[in-house]
Each structure stands twice: as C-alpha cells, then as structure tokens.
C-alpha cells in the first residue's frame, strides 16, 4: 500500500501531465510554416541559381510572388521528380553541389503548398537581392563583361565567338569563385573562358579586336591575341545547367594585377535574332592563397583522343554505341575537386572512374540518362585523392537511333567529331578541376561558407 499514491496526488499529477501534452500539442500544431522561413532557403538554394535573369529557366523563383504564383506547377514537377534537374547517380558518388530535393525538403514544400502559403517576414539578408546578379548569396567583386553586344543572326547557324576583356587592377586579387553570366543563355551551347596576365605595361591590352566571328570571319584575325595569351592564369566555362565554380579555404587562384580573359562562346541555332552580351562574375577573398588550382580535359579535344576506343571519329547511325578511354596518371599525386562530363545531343550514359595501382576503384561520377540541358561542374564533398600510376578510365554510350528524341537527324545519320565539335557533331570529354596531393586532402571539406554552404 505505500507504493500507491493517494487519490489526491494522482489526480493532481494527471492534470500535469494532461497540461504538458495539450500545451506541447498547441505548440506543434500551431506552427505555420512561411515562405521566408522554411520555403525560401531550399528554392534559393536548389531552384534560383538556374531560375534567375540571364539563366536558361523561362521563369524566375526568387521572391515570395514567383513561387505563390506556380504553386501549382512547382508541386507537379517535384512529386514527378522532374525539377529541380540532377542527372548524376547519388549512389555512386554524393557530390557537395546536389540540387535533387531530400525527401524532408520535398515534404516541407508540398506541406506549405497545401497550406495557407504563408508570405512570413523577410529579412534584410544578403540571401535577398544577389540573386539578381549572381547565383551565389552575395554580390560579386568584380564583373568583367564583354565591351560590346554581339547579334546572333536568326539563321539557324552556330557560331564560334572569341571576346577579348582587358582589365587592369590596383593589385593581384585572390579568387574563391567564378561564375560565367550572360543575358540570355539559352542561346549558348557552351562558353570558355582563359584568364591570360599581361605584365608588360608596353603591350596594350586593348589594342587587339574586341571580338572575332570565328564562323563567318577569317581565322587568321585571331593571331592579333597571341602576343596578349603568352601567360595563362586560369581556364574555366560554362555547360547548360552548370552553377557557380567555388573553393575551400584557402584553395583557388590569383587574378593578375593586369591582364586580359578570352572568352570563347559557342553560340547554337537560333531561328530569330538574338543579342547577347557574357562575361564573369569573379569573388574574392582575403585569405591567401595557398593552393592554386589547375584544370585538364581526358577525350574530345583534351589528353587521350587518340585512345579512345573504338575509333570515336564516327558514330554510326541507327545504333547504340559504347566507347572507353583509359589515361595513366604517370607524374604525381592530385587531389580532385570538380569533375566536368561532356557529351552532346546523342549522349546516353557517361561514367568515370579510376583504378589505383593497389586495384582499388575510386568513382568519379555517373550520368545513368544523359541530358545535354542539364549538365553540372560537379563537386566533390571532400577533395579526392588520386594516387600516382592510376589509370582514369571513361565509359560513354551514344544512342544514335530514332528512338532518342534528342537526335539532332531525322532520319539519323552518321555523327562525326573533329574540328570544332558543333552541336550535331559529337564529344567524349571529362574535365577535372585538381590540384597536386597534400597529405590529409581526403578530410579537406569543399564547402565555403562564404557563398553558399
């Protein structure tokens, strides 16, 4: 009997208790979800950087208005998992710059949909406004654009155009990100870009053409930049679907105090006229530099296109066909960061991987259903370590047939590549954007805090 409480006393621990769940219930229940609150990070970070002006999405997702509006469309496309657009296979490698909604984040959208779309409260945040000018959360330093609009002609032809962008600074700057922007990049195929330093103040940076039609004018004009590309600081571009290129701490490169960028943009088809007028967004940071990166290209137009094999001249019509590339690392031991798959329009499937001299497989990215409006410079989640005497291995298939309703023929015919690899001609290639091995690299985190993550 003294282990049972008295009627009094349990009575009053019941009504405690009874208290405690209704008021914990209260809270959970009364919570309204708001677009500022719990919409807006996840648009702003898996949506917006394609949704924006100048990208290639026909609409933008930025403020509460954009959203409310679609909210209709939005739901269809993420139960579909139609958007946001992420080809790479999760289960091969995770990469740091996923855009694919956790299921959680896809949850919490469709809750807000079927809800009240609470507006909420917006901050004064530098999350707000960048967006307007850039795909990361805060305003670029520098923008270096083109000096003049270049008019793509409504013929249906594609064009090669090299713009030449001087710059001159008060002192070298040190970069953690860089970004290709452009008024209209639906009309871009891909764009290039080679940071050159012009030190000698007796070469005048601006003298050289402005830009050259490299389609519909001589290619010998281009001579007139090769005094000003004697040093190359740093090559990067820019893919359909492709975000912002950014470094870790204290991992980047240096823009020069004085130099000129080449921009090269592959312009595709256009039925009507187009203006169109690109350049770089370019970020910097105070922290020193103490690692710089490099880029190279394995396949179509880089190390190894030779190899390829079978012979990657012609892909033969009415056939799926697969091809590989095997390339040693013979020199020194690198750490990845970015990964860069390339194909075109009759691209299938795209995997990369390399085997150690121990025979041990690092993945480097899988693309199980390739779709040239959609490709990533992809980041990995830490750097990866890729041993001396390793050997980079491409597996690439083509679906040349008139089931793939991205064949740029119909009837198909024979794709070649050589040359200048237009859009109806075809491409193997994988960048990697690297620099050499430093012991514990494999723990180095990619993510900078100062932009995104």
């Keep these: 009997m003294n282990n049972i409480l008295p009627l009094r006393n349990f009575n009053f621990h019941l009504k405690v208790f009874l208290f405690a769940a209704c008021t ?70 995770h990469f740091a ?27 004064k945040s530098k999350v707000q406004t960048p967006y307007e000018v850039s795909g990361l959360t805060r305003t670029p330093d520098l ?3 083109a000096q003049d609009t270049f008019v793509l002609q409504g013929d249906n032809n594609e064009r090669f155009v090299v713009f ?91 823009l020069p105090k004085r130099g000129i960028i080449l921009l090269t943009v592959h312009f595709g088809p256009s039925a009507i006229e187009r203006k169109s007028i690109s350049g770089i967004n370019l970020f910097f940071t105070n922290q020193p530099i103490e690692r710089t990166v490099k880029v190279v290209s394995f396949g179509s137009g880089g190390i190894g296109e030779n190899e390829i094999r079978p012979s990657f001249f012609m892909i033969p019509a009415n056939k799926i066909s697969s091809y590989s590339l095997k390339v040693s690392n013979p020199s020194e031991d690198f750490s990845a960061l970015y990964v860069w798959p390339h194909m075109h329009y009759i691209g299938k499937e795209f995997k990369a991987y390399v085997v150690t001299p121990q025979n041990d497989t690092i993945p480097l990215v899988h693309i199980p259903e390739w779709d040239f409006r959609w490709q990533e410079l992809y980041r990995f989640k830490n750097l990866v370590k890729i041993p001396k005497g390793s050997v980079i291995h491409l597996e690439c298939s083509y679906d040349n047939t008139a089931d793939n309703p ?29 620099l050499p091995y430093k012991e514990g690299d494999e723990f180095v985190s990619t993510s900078q805090k100062s932009l995104r993550e």
């Excluded at 710059?97 to 901050?123: C, F, H, M, T, Y």
């Excluded at 950014?246 to 240096?254: E, F, K, L, N, R």
């Excluded at 015919?413 to 990697?432: G, P, R, V």
């Design 24 to 93: 914990a219930l209260q809270t959970r229940t009364s919570y309204t979800q708001t677009f500022y609150k719990d919409i807006a990070p996840i648009i702003h970070a898996k949506c917006t950087p394609c949704h924006r002006p100048g990208e290639s999405a026909p609409f933008s997702l930025i403020s509460y208005d954009d959203v409310a509006k679609r909210t209709s469309f939005i739901k269809k496309v993420i139960q579909e998992g139609y958007m946001p657009p992420w080809k790479a296979n999760n289960e091969y490698v």
């Design 97 to 123: 710059n996923v855009r694919s909604l956790e299921p959680s984040e896809k949850q919490l959208i469709i809750s807000w949909i079927d809800g009240k779309k609470e507006r909420g409260k917006a901050k």
């Design 143 to 145: 923008t270096l654009m």
């Design 164 to 254: 030449k962008i001087p710059f001159e600074l008060d002192a070298p700057a040190n970069i953690e990100a860089v970004e290709f922007v452009s008024n209209d990049k639906r009309v871009i195929h891909h764009a290039n870009y080679a940071v050159h330093e012009v030190a000698d103040p007796t070469i005048d940076i601006r003298a050289a053409p402005r830009l050259i039609n490299l389609s519909d004018e001589a290619r010998s004009l281009y001579d007139a930049y090769l005094p000003l590309k004697k040093v190359m600081t740093y090559y990067g571009g820019w893919i359909p679907g492709a975000s912002a290129e950014t470094y870790p701490s204290g991992i980047g490169w240096v």
């Design 406 to 434: 991205f064949n740029p023929f119909s009837p198909p015919e024979n794709i070649f590549s050589y040359s200048d690899m237009k859009t109806t001609q075809e491409m193997m290639t994988m960048l990697l954007v690297f």
